[in-house]
């Protein structure tokens, strides 16, 4: 890890990566909403048993592309690695996008569930509405700083607080009563949802992972490019 913080060992690594890493989440996406539409109705949902697929492997892996922005932050605050910094910037665009994807899929499928679009007071709701509020919150400050280092410095002290809320998200259903249920994949006594339903879900939390990857690795490479061309401007600006 430490020897890929070098921006030219990075770019030289990753670039035979990135093809392989597009390829396979673009596959696993067809090959999880093929599995998506193949699933039975549920006895209960119906066909809205499908809005899972697109809910749950969103929400989870808006966490971990949290959890990527958070821990890059780390490392850019205290230990000044070249690429942490490009690597916390390039987590906050699609890390906002997989929220609010869940929070608007969690809100359709609540409607014929719960009978309302939102409930203010269920903990799992509100605590991911802080998250995406915390991405919100990440990008907007950076944007609001001309200076790139004070920016990217205040940016990552707002990213390591966001950290706190990862694991309220995580165990609000058990920490409090709520709407969602407990969690189903990650129990002690194995997953607790039939086959026909595990194997689409897997597949598309496995795709959406990759799909994070690939956009991630791409956005810390185009961030590169885009501070080199900068520093180039600025040098020839004083040699001029």
Not at 6 to 19: K, V
Not at 203 to 228: H, Q
């Given at each position: 890890m430490f020897g890929l913080a070098?921006?030219?060992?990075?770019?030289?690594?990753?670039?035979?990566?990135?093809?392989a890493v597009w390829t396979l989440a673009a596959v696993l996406l067809l090959a999880g909403a093929w599995l998506s539409f193949a699933a039975p109705e549920d006895y209960q949902q119906g066909d809205t048993v499908r809005i899972m697929f697109v809910h749950v492997p969103a929400a989870s892996i808006g966490l971990v592309a949290y959890g990527a922005l958070g821990v890059s932050s780390f490392f850019a605050l205290v230990f000044r690695h070249p690429l942490a910094d490009a690597a916390a910037?390039?987590?906050?665009?699609?890390?906002?996008?997989?929220?609010?994807?869940?929070?608007?899929?969690?809100?359709?499928?609540?409607?014929?569930?719960?009978?309302?679009?939102?409930?203010?007071?269920?903990?799992?709701?509100?605590?991911?509405?802080?998250?995406?509020?915390?991405?919100?919150?990440?990008?907007?400050l950076r944007a609001?700083?001309?200076?790139?280092?004070?920016?990217?410095?205040?940016?990552?002290?707002l990213g390591l607080v966001g950290l706190i809320n990862l694991p309220i998200v995580k165990f609000s259903v058990d920490w409090w009563n709520t709407l969602h249920q407990p969690a189903s994949l990650l129990r002690a006594d194995g997953p607790a949802m039939p086959p026909a339903y595990l194997a689409p879900l897997l597949?598309?939390?496995?795709?959406?992972?990759?799909?994070?990857?690939?956009?991630?690795?791409?956005?810390?490479?185009?961030?590169?490019?885009?501070?080199?061309v900068l520093s180039v401007r600025a040098r020839r600006a004083l040699e001029a």
């Open positions: 070098n921006p030219d060992r990075f770019l030289r690594f990753t670039r035979p990566l990135m093809p910037r390039a987590a906050a665009l699609p890390g906002a996008a997989l929220t609010a994807l869940a929070l608007i899929t969690g809100s359709l499928w609540g409607k014929p569930m719960w009978g309302a679009w939102w409930a203010w007071g269920d903990a799992r709701l509100m605590s991911v509405l802080i998250l995406f509020l915390f991405y919100l919150g990440y990008m907007a609001s700083i001309d200076d790139e280092t004070r920016a990217a410095r205040a940016a990552a002290v597949t598309m939390m496995a795709a959406y992972g990759l799909l994070f990857l690939a956009v991630w690795l791409t956005a810390i490479r185009t961030e590169i490019v885009r501070r080199r």
